[in-house]
Nanobody, 122 residues
Framework: QVQLVESGGGLVQPGGSLRLSCAASGGIHSIYMMGWYRQAPGKQRDLVASIDSGGNTEYADSVKGRFTISSSRDHAKNTVNLQMNSLKPEDTAVYYC??????????????WGQGTQVTVSS
């Protein structure tokens, strides 16, 4: 059974830093990409950053140079971290961890974490 457990988030002042972590368990050998999305009130859920099994990363233009995504794996879980620096009020949103599973090239499936609130405010 796939499970994504998120940690981190909270309230920070503009210019501050936060670190989000997400641990995926269950069938982790099928994970080919993990990432973070965010959704602000009244807006759609958008990609923030992703990293694939080859270590290739992708960032939203709005976070390039400020956020860094990284991943690690052990025998039981695949973890993705998002280091967020120089935070701005517009970074305020609920952040969701995503894990994309590839089933032998036949199909893919997305799994989501429960979401964690990030609020940037003075």
């Amino acid at each position: 059974q796939v499970q994504l457990v998120e940690s981190g988030g909270g309230l920070v002042q503009p210019g501050g830093s936060l670190r989000l972590s997400c641990a995926a368990s269950g069938g982790i050998h099928s994970i080919y990409m993990m990432g973070w999305y965010r959704q602000a009130p009244g807006k759609q859920r958008d990609l923030v950053a992703s990293i694939d099994s080859g270590g290739n990363t992708e960032y939203a233009d709005s976070v390039k140079g400020r956020f860094t995504i990284s991943s690690s794996r052990d025998h039981a879980k695949n973890t993705v971290n998002l280091q967020m620096n120089s935070l701005k009020p517009e970074d305020t949103a609920v952040y969701y961890c995503n894990a994309r599973y590839d089933y032998e090239g036949i199909s893919t499936r997305d799994f989501w974490g429960q979401g964690t609130q990030v609020t940037v405010s003075s």
